[in-house]
């Protein structure tokens, strides 16, 4: 029995859905078990595919390979890693060699796989290197910096030195001048005694000088088999499979690493952007709550709201219930003076001076800014510690008002000034009429005239989340001008008669009135008190502050981002996965030739992942690594950073002690989950990688 048949082989490759091309077309042939069978034919004939055919580097279209009487076509795992370790060697045309590898460990891989130590391999390399003509030094460099020769004899050294059954070469002399030339095909013709060397050469004369047996070939077919010699001989079983040396995978595993150092750099950053990232997420979700009851109260209007009476309408006839709001009357408002004591009732005037007026700053138009009252600049109303440049005015009057932060750096922009001291011009104006019983003067209009040139002296710092530019003045100073200033028409009509007098004698449902009260907290460290009041008012009246607003909206985001946050985690997690599986793809893509080659002599599938689930792996532990230094380094600048922008006091806690009670669970779940994204990632290039021939892995890169 032949050690290897060709049973009626052909392959082809699709032009088209209807049109194959054949390489080779029925070629049976028989192989004995030793000697040197040269192929030789005009390029593109087909011999170097007959070579992958045999080698099991590729699949036939039609017919059948057989080695030792069985299809090599039906191999199982096993038996294909067996066949290629153990029975067949390959003398590739390019080399295939791993560049980035000493070609004193691309000689010792066979070897190493085949289960021999670092010491046993490097000394059957030393024992070749004399018949090759190579000198021991060019064995430590890397095949990248060899000449094509030098390469060439590294790939005869690396078939050579398992010393297989059958040794497949494609060209091996075609880059050798003619001394190594016929150093190498005396080597060949040495091992053709004890084993099957089948070489395809473009060189005739060294085929009809030590060949056996010459097969010619022409478009895809053998046009004539040429036996110069009968070879005898026996062979034998496929050997079982050896174990490899576990740490045969150590170098390459290093120097992929290295190599791919910057994509490396890049991925490790990218995991420990998205893990650091994530965990100062969670960390804010975790100690907003608390951060924000501790700081939403540093708001410079924290303790000014207005209250209104709310009317509900409701109609048989409809479902919906109409709102009405109105301003409480005297009683009213003297029956909740008493019982929440701790604030200032003052009519409204925001009708008269809109929060919205007309600024200007040397006659330039500046938009955006809110004039916003506090009650006075002299007492306990408001928090002075709040303020970080300038002064606030000494007495309450309307010729000295103060920005926040917001409107500083705001107009700072604007007037490209530092706006500390600067006088700004504040304009507001509307008519109002007063409906009286006369016939003869049924209403009187009055319009009432805003405009006055004040001076910025001081800067609060508070609360910048959610805020607007602010211009704080001393509602006091502004109830004593509303006092002093009189109505023309109607103090006609009424005698003297000032625009406070006008507010007091409005209707509840009147616009003037605003339909509603203006209240200030005595004190500002009673904002709980405020609070408390907002929750406990009873039904019929509402309480309304825009700091008190603020301070909702917040617990409302925190609220939400604490439901969504184990959303956001598992998004997290499938971002890092996207990370590794794309680090995976284009490792595998950019290694495809390298795993070809360490399949082609020896290694497993399973071998080959363990390269990259290593790689990606120590990528993610690193990445996590960085992760959890940073984010612990981080925590605390970044706190003081959004304090700095927001005062919203330590934001950021991050469980890494203790989480739902149980120490060092919170990193655990991290590490636990980070590996697993890492193996599952790393599977698909390598499942990928089975879909397709030996043949074109190792073509992949050419």
Excluded at 270 to 291: E, K, P, Q, R, Y
Aim: hydrophobic share 40%; with cysteine; proline share 2%.
């Amino acid at each position: 029995m032949p050690l290897i048949e060709l049973s009626k082989v052909s392959k082809a490759y699709l032009i088209n859905k209807n049109e194959k091309k054949y390489v080779l077309k029925d070629i049976t042939l028989s192989f004995p078990e030793t000697g040197l069978i040269s192929v030789l034919g005009k390029s593109g004939c087909g011999k170097s595919t007959l070579l992958n055919l045999i080698g099991g580097l590729d699949k036939s279209s039609e017919g059948t390979v057989y080695y030792k009487g069985d299809n090599i076509a039906k191999y199982k795992n096993k038996q294909q890693v067996a066949f290629r370790k153990s029975e067949i060697s390959y003398i590739f045309q390019h080399y295939h060699l791993l560049e980035n590898q000493t070609a004193l460990y691309n000689i010792m891989l066979p070897c190493l796989l085949n289960g021999d130590s670092f010491k046993v391999a490097k000394e059957k390399v030393l024992s070749l290197i004399n018949k090759f003509s190579i000198k021991e030094e060019l064995l430590d460099k890397k095949c990248s910096k060899l000449s094509g020769g030098e390469k060439e004899r590294i790939a005869i050294m690396r078939a050579f030195i398992s010393k297989t059954n059958v040794i497949l070469a494609d060209e091996p002399t075609g880059a050798l001048d003619k001394d190594n030339a016929l150093l190498v095909m005396e080597s060949l013709k040495e091992a053709s005694k004890t084993s099957l060397v089948i070489m395809v050469t473009h060189n005739e004369e060294l085929a009809k000088r030590y060949s056996d047996r010459i097969i010619h070939m022409k478009d895809g077919r053998v046009v004539q088999d040429e036996k110069i010699k009968l070879i005898n001989g026996k062979h034998h079983q496929i050997d079982k499979e050896r174990k490899s040396n576990p740490n045969w995978y150590s170098k390459i595993i290093a120097r992929n690493f290295t190599k791919r150092f910057k994509r490396n750099i890049f991925s490790i950053l990218a995991v420990t952007i998205g893990a650091t990232a994530s965990m100062l997420i969670f960390g804010f979700t975790n100690g907003a709550h608390d951060s924000i009851m501790n700081s939403a109260e540093r708001q410079f209007d924290y303790g000014v709201a207005s209250i209104s009476k709310e009317n509900k309408i409701v109609s048989d006839e409809s479902p919906i219930t109409l709102i009405q709001t109105l301003r409480a009357n005297e009683e009213e408002i003297d029956t909740l003076s008493n019982e929440y004591d701790f604030l200032h009732y003052c009519y409204s005037y925001d009708s008269l001076v809109t929060p919205a007026l007309d600024t200007y700053i040397n006659d330039k138009e500046i938009n955006n800014l809110t004039y916003t009252p506090v009650y006075s600049f002299c007492d306990s109303s408001i928090n002075k510690s709040l303020l970080i440049k300038g002064k606030l005015p000494m007495i309450d009057t309307l010729n000295m008002v103060v920005i926040n932060q917001t409107a500083y750096d705001y107009l700072k922009k604007e007037i490209k000034s530092d706006p500390l001291n600067t006088y700004i011009r504040l304009k507001d104006g509307a008519s109002f009429t007063y409906y009286t019983d006369d016939i003869e003067k049924p209403y009187i209009t009055d319009y009432f005239v805003y405009d006055r040139l004040v001076e910025i002296v001081g800067v609060v710092k508070e609360l910048s989340f959610l805020n607007t530019p602010k211009i704080y003045y001393s509602y006091k100073a502004l109830d004593k001008y509303m006092e002093e200033t009189l109505l023309n028409n109607l103090s006609e009509y009424l005698g003297e008669t000032s625009w406070k007098d006008r507010i007091m004698l409005a209707s509840d449902n009147e616009y003037i009135s605003n339909y509603s009260h203006r209240v200030f907290l005595k004190n500002s460290g009673d904002v709980y008190q405020l609070k408390e009041m907002k929750k406990h008012l009873k039904e019929g009246y509402s309480l309304n502050s825009n700091a008190l607003t603020v301070e909702e909206t917040l617990f409302s985001l925190v609220d939400a981002a604490s439901v969504g946050m184990e959303i956001f985690l598992a998004i997290a997690l499938v971002g890092t996965a996207m990370i590794i599986g794309i680090v995976s793809f284009a490792s595998y893509a950019e290694d495809i030739k390298d795993s070809a080659i360490l399949l082609c002599i020896g290694a497993t599938r399973e071998d080959i992942s363990s390269l990259y689930v290593f790689e990606n792996c120590l990528i993610g532990l690193i990445g996590l690594a960085l992760s959890f230094i940073i984010a612990l380094v981080s925590q605390n600048p970044l706190n003081h950073l959004i304090e700095r922008f927001t005062s919203l006091i330590n934001i950021i806690d991050i469980p890494f002690n203790s989480f739902h009670g149980r120490a060092f669970l919170f990193p655990l779940l991290i590490v636990m989950s980070a590996l697993l994204i890492c193996i599952l990632a790393t599977y698909l290039p390598i499942s990928f990688s089975k879909k397709i021939s030996l043949k074109e892995e190792l073509n992949a890169n050419d």
